[in-house]
């Protein structure tokens, strides 16, 4: 079966002293945000290499390989489900996309998200806007990943330079208490501004005094030296 091989072909690859560091950097260890999270030490690129190979597994096998405690099995399936996804007709597209919705629970990295939550449901949404409800229901979720996919979905929204649904999830996360969504939303801040940086400026002005610090330092990156000095300096002020 090709589930089996794909987990051979990972398992031949696995480096121990390698998932030691992603343990740690992935922060696996007790009441940590991945706690109990398992690693083989493989890398990115060549899980990339192995998904490629079995792009055609069944959405079963993926099934499989995404609910296993293995963070590299989850994250090859996803990236299979990826390829699925760009290369399938828009009835096989919905169906991915309602299987990503139903198996959140497994998308529980941020590496796991950033990599899927733009392509499948951010991609599946692009010219469906109606249906974009479902990313507000994320954002007011308990889950820290379902906060997270909802903001990264909307990176292809600021590409077709649609920033509406950046700007008002970034609006419900903007009291996040979680360090790892005060990233994801200034992150697609910045990536707002790339496209037009007064839409951006619009929202900080309303909010950059408030919004946390590290939120605000990723949205205005890529800013002058002047009007990064003058939004910290509002952020400074309370």
């Known amino acids: 079966m090709k589930r089996i091989a794909v987990i051979e072909e990972l398992q031949k690859h696995k480096n ?4 030691v560091l992603l343990s740690r950097y992935f922060k696996t260890g007790k009441g940590e945000y991945a706690q109990g999270d398992i690693f083989l030490g493989l890398t990115v690129p060549l899980q990339r ?3 490629k190979t079995y792009r055609s597994l069944a959405l079963s096998d993926i099934e499989t390989l995404l609910t296993s405690a293995i963070h590299e099995y989850r994250l090859t399936a996803l990236i ?3 390829l699925q996804f760009s290369a399938s007709a828009p009835v096989r597209q919905k169906e991915l996309y309602d299987f990503y919705l139903a198996h959140t629970d497994y998308i529980n990295n941020w590496d796991l998200v950033d990599l899927s939550a733009p392509r499948i449901i951010g991609g599946f949404l692009l010219e469906r806007k109606p ?3 479902v990313l507000y229901r994320l954002a007011k979720s308990e889950v820290l990943w379902e906060r997270r ?3 990264m979905a909307t990176f292809p929204f600021l590409r077709a330079g649609d920033f509406a649904d950046t700007f008002a999830i970034s609006t419900i996360l903007i ?10 939303v200034g992150w697609m801040l910045r990536e707002a501004g790339k496209v ?17 610090r590290t939120m605000l330092r990723y949205a ?3 800013f002058s030296d002047d009007k990064r000095a003058y939004y910290l300096s509002r952020r400074s002020a309370l």
């Open 149 to 151: 996919i909802a903001v």
């Open 175 to 184: 009291h996040d208490s979680h360090d790892l969504i005060h990233k994801a």
């Open 220 to 222: 205005i990156e890529k």
């Open 49 to 51: 290499q192995i998904a």
């Open 16 to 19: 121990p002293d390698r998932a």
């Open 131 to 133: 249906k974009r409800r």
């Open 80 to 82: 299979i489900l990826t």
């Open 196 to 212: 037009n940086q007064s839409a951006e400026e619009v929202f900080l002005e309303k909010y950059s005094s408030t919004m946390p």
